[in-house]
Structures are given as structure tokens and as C-alpha cells.
T-cell receptor, first 114, second 116 residues
Framework: GDSVTQMEGPVTLSEEAFLTINCTYT??????LFWYVQYPGEGLQLLLK?????DKGSNKGFEATYRKETTSFHLEKGSVQVSDSAVYFC?????????????FGAGTRLAVHP | GAGVSQSPRYKVAKRGQDVALRCDPI?????LFWYQQALGQGPEFLTY????????KSGLPSDRFFAERPEGSVSTLKIQRTQQEDSAVYLC??????????????FGPGTRLTVL
């Protein structure tokens, strides 16, 4: 079945360091891809998305490119801040039967220190 | 409303008790989803409603789990005879339209259920 695999955490970085969180997927068709973020004590928030191959999603300095050839959607940020500390979830959705449901990876915890 | 709301935010139940978790989606949103998030894991799909119709309940883990959305807005997830393995965060999400896989699902803050 469809699935998402993302790198295990925690990822610990110093402020202003470069961030990469790897995400790969398995899907029978052409999914849409998402990154969601969960800040401490808060609900899941959509960070960015891409709907077709070679699309780049970006938001708040984060970006990810939909790579069909490597079935990947790695999250990157050039300079992280302490406020980026959160759990990041990669997800895919397939439109089937008139609706879509999200399939999530296990999440990667990011801790950024001053 | 401003966003998806869920109540209660925290629920502690003794094993064997029944619980009911409520979700208020964004006003006018046709689609409503329930997910279960175990500790340290990503959310997993439980069930989907399009208006009042429950179109997919393939993710419900057992017949102790039941969901309804009788008027096409508020939804309730009910768990009967709770077990310790039911301990998780239950997330509700709503979406504006019934189609279009690119539409964003908006999540509520979740209900953390602890079964003792």
C-alpha cells in the first residue's frame, strides 16, 4: 500500500544551521505531497505542499521539491531558528473514490538551540 | 468559526468505560476526517464523512469505534469499552470541498485520550 518514510529524529541543530529532513514515499499513482508541522501544544499545521512532479512548495523559508524519479520530498531550510523547533510530518494524499485521505510518516522532531 | 475545534482536549478513562469525542469543523466544510495518533507516531486515518454520509470507515480499528455526523456539521467519535491500546491523540480535520486532492485539510488541536 501507499506509505511515507521519513528520517528518524531527533534532529538537533544550532541556530542558523542548514536543515534537511528526508522523506520518501511509495504510491501506486501520482499523489500530492505535504509537509505538516506540529508545534509544542498545538495542532497540525500545513507547512507546504506540492501537487505534481518537479513542483516546489515553499513557506516561511522552508522548501521541498516533488521528485518523481527518486520518489522523494525532502524538506530544507537554509537557516533555522529556535522557533522552528517542532515535529515535522511528511504526508501524501491520493484522490480515490471521490475524496482523499492523508498518509503520514512517523514524524521527525527538530530541536534548535541558540 | 475560526478553525476546527475539538472537545474535550484531554480525557482520562478507566478501562471498560465508554467515551465520546467531539469535533466542530470549520463552518461550511463538506469533508470531515478522523485520525488516530499514537505516541511518537504519525496520524493514521480512521474514517471520512462527506456531509452526513460516512463514506469510508476502513481505518476504524475495531467495532468498538463508532463515528457519526448526523447533520453534516459536528461529528462525534465514540469508543465503547475502552482498552489501554486506545490511548492516543484523536485528531479531526475538515476540508472545504469533497473533491480535488489538492485541497488542504485543516486540523483541530486533538483530544488526548488516556485509558488507565
Amino acid at each position: 500500500g501507499d506509505s511515507v518514510t521519513q528520517m528518524e529524529g531527533p534532529v538537533t541543530l544550532s541556530e542558523e544551521a542548514f536543515l534537511t529532513i528526508n522523506c520518501t514515499y511509495t504510491a501506486t499513482g501520482y499523489p500530492s505531497l505535504f509537509w505538516y508541522v506540529q508545534y509544542p501544544g498545538e495542532g497540525l499545521q500545513l507547512l507546504l505542499k506540492a501537487t505534481k512532479a518537479d513542483d516546489k512548495g515553499s513557506n516561511k523559508g522552508f522548501e521541498a521539491t516533488y521528485r518523481k524519479e527518486t520518489t522523494s520530498f525532502h524538506l530544507e531550510k537554509g537557516s533555522v531558528q529556535v522557533s522552528d523547533s517542532a515535529v515535522y510530518f511528511c504526508a501524501l494524499s491520493m484522490f480515490s473514490g471521490g475524496y482523499n485521505k492523508l498518509i503520514f510518516g512517523a514524524g521527525t522532531r527538530l530541536a534548535v538551540h541558540p | 468559526g475560526a478553525g476546527v475545534s475539538q472537545s474535550p482536549r484531554y480525557k482520562v478513562a478507566k478501562r471498560g468505560q465508554d467515551v465520546a469525542l467531539r469535533c466542530d469543523p470549520i463552518s461550511g466544510h463538506v469533508s470531515l476526517f478522523w485520525y488516530q495518533q499514537a505516541l511518537g507516531q504519525g496520524p493514521e486515518f480512521l474514517t471520512y464523512f462527506q456531509n452526513e454520509a460516512q463514506l469510508d470507515k476502513s481505518g476504524l480499528p475495531s467495532d468498538r469505534f463508532f463515528a457519526e455526523r448526523p447533520e453534516g456539521s459536528v461529528s462525534t467519535l465514540k469508543i465503547q469499552r475502552t482498552q489501554q491500546e486506545d490511548s492516543a491523540v484523536y485528531l479531526c480535520a475538515s476540508k472545504n470541498t469533497q473533491g480535488a486532492s489538492t485541497d488542504t485539510q485543516y486540523f483541530g488541536p486533538g483530544t488526548r485520550l488516556t485509558v488507565l
